[in-house]
């Protein structure tokens, strides 16, 4: 088994042109039982199994980094960071490697575990195997949809490109990229089959779980604008743990105050975002609005970020951004499902819920429904702060960017001085897909 991990990790590592091109040994790649495929699933589990991809963080409103700071980058980052039309240049990106290494991965196990005889004793184990692999499809696929696929609207997705959908682990099938609306479809197919196969809850935090279909199924038909289905699927996912982390009872001087993501009641399921060094440096800040939003006995703001904006620490306890699915998330997507459907005392409910836990008790004050004038606009503020670097302020800038009342034009200034904007449903909200990609497949490259 250690074998077949190393030469899967050989060509996941760089997972580029060669890739698809590639021809394994079989007599080495392939697992041949249920400990084998468990040890593979495992062993990925903290690679590229639960990597959500990072570049959007650098291109979102969230963080600036001070303009004399940008050459400090690498030539990506730069290029992310100011919107370039190309960003990759001739290198290849982890931000498309890893989830379809995660891809690849996952379709080893689906194409190789139905030729493992069943017993009584292995069926569970079987299923359980199947469905963490399915999952982690759909969480790959649906993060790269973010990133190098437009902002999804039902009218226009059948005529939309897609990417590519790989349901084979057999490198010689190539495959284009098909329509968004099939990906999402596909994204929500294997989530279907996840669900069919997968344990309620999972003890470990970097493996799938019935409770974590529910919060990526929320997750998707927010993004799509399905409010009726996401709050279905947010409700079923707070049904099987709505846990929340009283910030009270940590320690906001520490370097980490976060526990551990092994140990956060909040995690539903572990990934954090591709790392750059943008994430790190102590020039990199927080937007001084955004900072300033934060009220006083908030204790979000002395949790993740040192008086000068900078941000010390994340969610999962470690220095990178998280990219973790979350109860608090699912409660927002819940909430802001019923603020669009017009339950405005029980979405309400819901953020009370989360900010009481946010909060210092003495300042904590409930929000009152003849007292808040735009429920919805609340809720979406308050979603800005609770999900700072977690890899989803992109896909929602996208998808409110689509109604007309929530455009907003961003703004950059670079080492030279120069002004840079993006405005609202500009193409570069789509990333370019890595050149090397274009060569070796042959698809077509996205509009910038």
């Not at 909060?359 to 429904?369: D, E, K, W």
């Not at 004038?373 to 689509?402: F, H, I, P, T």
């Amino acid at each position: 088994m250690k074998k077949i991990l190393w030469i899967l990790g050989s060509l996941l590592m760089g997972c580029q042109s060669k890739f698809l091109e590639e021809k394994p040994n079989k007599a080495l790649l392939v697992p041949t039982t249920v400990a084998d495929f468990r040890a593979l699933l495992n062993n990925m589990a903290t690679g590229d199994l639960n990597i959500y991809p990072g570049l959007n963080t650098l291109a979102d409103d969230d963080f600036v980094a001070q303009p004399s700071s940008i050459q400090s980058l690498s030539e990506i980052e730069q290029k992310a960071y100011l919107w370039k039309s190309d960003v990759f240049g001739s290198e290849a990106s982890n931000d498309w490697n890893k989830p379809y290494g995660a891809i690849f991965i996952a379709n080893v196990v689906l194409d190789g575990i139905p030729y493992v005889p069943v017993t009584p004793d292995n069926q569970a184990e079987i299923e359980q195997l199947k469905g963490e692999a399915y999952f982690h499809r759909a969480f790959a696929l649906y993060g790269l949809l973010q990133q190098f696929a437009a902002p999804y609207q039902a009218e226009t997705a059948p005529q939309e490109l897609g990417l590519p959908i790989r349901l084979t682990a057999n490198v010689n099938v190539l495959v284009g990229r098909g329509n968004l609306q099939q990906a999402y479809d596909q994204v929500l197919s294997d989530l279907d089959e996840a669900a069919l196969r997968l344990a309620e809850r999972s003890v470990y935090r970097q493996r799938p779980s019935r409770w974590g279909v529910e919060g990526l199924r929320a997750r998707v038909y927010l993004t799509m604008g399905r409010y009726d289905l996401a709050l279905v699927h947010a409700t079923a996912c707070l049904e099987r743990g709505a846990s929340l982390l009283d910030y009270q009872k940590l320690d906001t001087l520490a370097v980490r105050p976060m526990p551990r993501w092994e140990e956060n009641p909040e995690i539903i399921f572990y990934s954090q975002t591709n790392p750059y060094l943008f994430h790190y440096e102590e020039s990199t800040q927080l937007e001084a609005g955004l900072y300033a939003s934060y009220q006083t006995g908030d204790l979000r703001r002395a949790c993740f970020f040192t008086p000068d904006r900078v941000f010390k620490g994340s969610y999962s306890g470690s220095s990178g951004f998280s990219g973790s699915l979350t109860t608090g998330e699912v409660l927002l997507t819940r909430a802001e499902c019923y603020a669009r459907l017009g339950q405005n005392q029980a979405s309400l409910t819901d953020l009370n819920t989360l900010l009481q836990a946010r909060f210092l008790a003495v300042h904590f004050q409930p929000y009152r429904l003849g007292a808040v004038s735009d429920v919805l606009d609340l809720v979406l503020r308050e979603r800005r702060k609770e999900l700072v670097a977690r890899g989803l302020r992109w896909a929602d800038l996208r998808r409110l960017n689509l109604e007309s009342r929530w455009q907003k034009t961003l703004e950059r200034v670079d080492d030279q001085g120069q002004r840079h904007a993006l405005k609202p449903n500009d193409p570069r909200y789509t990333f370019p897909i890595p050149t090397t990609e274009i060569q070796a497949s042959g698809i077509a490259q996205n509009p910038r």
